[in-house]
């Protein structure tokens, strides 16, 4: 067999599972989208339905959102854990990794466990104030959920983009008089730069396409996934809710391409 022959051969896999899984999915999702009463203008009514407008504003500001918040929680104690030794340490670096054995609902059922009607918030709020404080179904719960799932997938990135900094770069800066927030502003953040930006990425991706526990908690807000979900099933409106799917799509994909771009490298999503 000539190397050529090999090569194709080799490529025969992927080719097949790229059609299969991939490019036939898709293009029948796309078609499905414009088979609407609307044809290809049903597209454009995610931007122009009011509701839908604010149903994909919503998920977009909140995974915004979600993804500075966590991208500051995590470059804190990524940078801490990586660069200290101390009893415990294992340990807690498996807490805060944990998170990533539990699916969707179950993040969404501790949440509620938390800040729900029955949860501990609650309780000790109305033996203090008499009175519940209870916000786990709505953007609050769901931004507290989506950061809870979403800091350990960041955090692993960022510690190991901290494990590979140049120390002499941070002795030099010191050297010539830097102090340690200049080291830290002028050096160590800048050479964190492609990491905050595919692990960002990844935050926010996952964030755009969550389902389990937006299912779980989203009862006073909408977000893309859940409305998806309930034109599918309840309203049994295939065209929206396809092209409410390419529309999630065609924006997560752009912040992936445009974190590519930016980061030099390869970024993909963590579901």
């Given at each position: 067999?000539?190397?050529?022959?090999?090569?194709?051969?080799?490529?025969?896999?992927?080719?097949v599972?790229?059609?299969?899984?991939?490019?036939?999915?898709?293009?029948?999702?796309?078609?499905?989208?414009?088979?609407?009463?609307?044809?290809?203008?049903?597209?454009?009514?995610?931007?122009?339905?009011?509701?839908?407008?604010?149903?994909?504003?919503?998920?977009?500001?909140?995974?915004?959102?979600?993804?500075i918040?966590?991208?500051?929680?995590?470059?804190?104690?990524?940078?801490?854990?990586?660069?200290?030794?101390?009893?415990?340490?294992t340990?807690?670096?498996?807490?805060?990794?944990?998170?990533?054995?539990?699916?969707?609902?179950?993040?969404?059922?501790?949440?509620?466990?938390?800040?729900?009607r029955?949860g501990l918030?609650?309780?000790?709020?109305?033996?203090?104030?008499?009175?519940?404080i209870?916000?786990?179904?709505?953007?609050?719960?769901?931004?507290?959920?989506?950061?809870?799932?979403?800091?350990?997938?960041?955090?692993?990135?960022?510690?190991?983009?901290?494990?590979?900094?140049?120390?002499?770069l941070?002795?030099a800066?010191?050297?010539?008089?830097?102090?340690p927030?200049?080291?830290?502003?002028?050096?160590?953040?800048?050479?964190?730069?492609?990491?905050?930006?595919a692990?960002?990425?990844?935050?926010?991706a996952?964030?755009?396409?969550?389902?389990?526990?937006?299912?779980?908690?989203?009862?006073?807000?909408?977000?893309?996934?859940?409305?998806?979900?309930?034109?599918?099933?309840?309203?049994a409106?295939f065209?929206?809710?396809?092209?409410?799917?390419?529309?999630?799509?065609?924006?997560?994909?752009?912040?992936?391409?445009?974190?590519?771009?930016?980061?030099?490298?390869?970024?993909?999503?963590?579901?």
């Open positions: 067999m000539s190397h050529r022959s090999f090569v194709w051969f080799c490529l025969l896999p992927l080719a599972v790229t059609a299969a899984f991939f490019l036939l999915p898709m293009a029948r999702l796309v078609v499905v989208g414009a088979e609407g009463p609307q044809g290809m203008a049903g597209y454009l009514a995610i931007l122009t339905e009011p509701r839908y407008r604010a149903t994909l504003i919503n998920t977009v500001v909140l995974s915004a959102a979600t993804t918040v966590t991208l500051v929680v995590a470059t804190i104690a990524g940078m801490f854990l990586q660069r200290h030794r101390f009893l415990g340490r340990v807690l670096i498996a807490m805060l990794t944990f998170p990533l054995a539990f699916p969707g609902v179950v993040v969404g059922f501790m949440i509620i466990l938390l800040a729900g029955q918030i609650g309780d000790l709020s109305g033996r203090m104030f008499g009175e519940k209870v916000f786990a179904y709505s953007i609050y719960g769901l931004f507290l959920g989506y950061l809870y799932f979403s800091i350990p997938r960041v955090i692993l990135t960022i510690m190991a983009a901290v494990q590979k900094l140049d120390a002499g941070e002795e800066a010191r050297s010539l008089g830097a102090g927030w200049a080291v830290q502003r002028d050096v160590v953040l800048p050479a964190l730069g492609p990491a905050f930006v692990s960002g990425a990844i935050a926010f996952t964030a755009m396409g969550a389902f389990g526990t937006a299912f779980t908690l989203a009862t006073n807000i909408d977000v893309l996934p859940m409305l998806i979900y309930t034109e599918f099933t309840l309203a409106n065209a929206t809710s396809a092209a409410l799917s390419i529309g999630l799509g065609v924006i997560t994909w752009a912040i992936l391409a445009l974190a590519r771009s930016f980061s030099g490298g390869a970024v993909a999503a963590a579901g």
